[in-house]
């Protein structure tokens, strides 16, 4: 069962770190890569809003014409967005949950069975490799959606649960999901310390816990 009083990291906190640590690290990248600290960090990332109405989840639903799963409506009741508490996912504002533009489906490879309805299908967060993760009402707008993710490269949207709340319960289990990745997955410590700025401006704070263990 998911703990809402502590299912987000707190605000000004990379996952795993202090606020202190945060600052450190954030201060030390900006210096190496001589990028803007905008730059850096994602919008919202680590200070997200204050958490949202019923009558904003109301009014979000109706524009949308589903209804948002359990989870997200109780999460974003207390935060409006920002990382899960143990992993590196973030979840995006509810405003920024949005269907995916028609660039994204011209390039995207899937089945057209696990995708009946484009409509039915919005973005709602991110994986620490950049990857944009989707909930997919394949089963009908007013039923619990199927979560899938997407990356550019090789560009495949594949499914990662079939239930929204099986998704999040195993992302915030102790960390004991496939969006907790291993240290050796990750490069932060050597691309400050070769001064190399990252691809991806989200790559340096997504990658910090990293360095930090």
């Given amino acids: 069962m998911i703990d809402f009083d502590r299912f987000w990291t707190e605000p000004g906190c990379a996952p795993g770190m202090s606020k202190e640590e945060t600052e450190a690290y954030l201060k030390r990248a900006q210096e190496m890569s ?15 809003g204050p958490g ?19 989870v997200l409506r109780q999460a974003l009741a ?6 899960v508490r143990d992993s590196q996912f973030r979840v995006w504002p509810l405003e920024a949950m949005i269907p995916p533009d028609d660039e994204f489906w011209e390039y995207a490879s899937y089945e057209e069975e696990e995708v009946p309805d484009r409509e039915l299908v919005f973005q709602f967060g991110e994986d ?6 989707l ?11 199927s979560v899938y993710v997407h990356h ?6 594949d499914k990662c649960s079939d239930f929204v709340a099986k998704f ?6 102790l960390g004991n999901h496939p969006l907790s990745a291993s240290t050796e997955e990750h490069h932060f410590a050597a691309t400050v310390l070769q001064g190399a700025p990252a691809v991806n401006p989200a790559f340096i704070l997504q990658t910090m816990q990293q360095c930090h263990q």
């Fill in 34 to 48: 001589g990028m803007p600290l905008a730059a850096l960090v994602p919008e919202g990332a680590l200070d997200p």
């Fill in 52 to 70: 949202v109405t019923a009558e904003e989840i109301a009014a979000w639903e109706q524009e949308r014409g589903v209804r948002l799963p359990d």
């Fill in 78 to 83: 207390r935060q409006n967005g920002g990382y």
């Fill in 128 to 133: 620490e490799f950049g990857g944009t993760c």
């Fill in 135 to 145: 909930l997919n009402y394949m089963r009908g707008p007013q039923q619990e959606p």
């Fill in 152 to 157: 550019s490269d090789p560009g495949d949207l």
């Fill in 168 to 173: 999040f319960g195993g992302c915030v289990d």
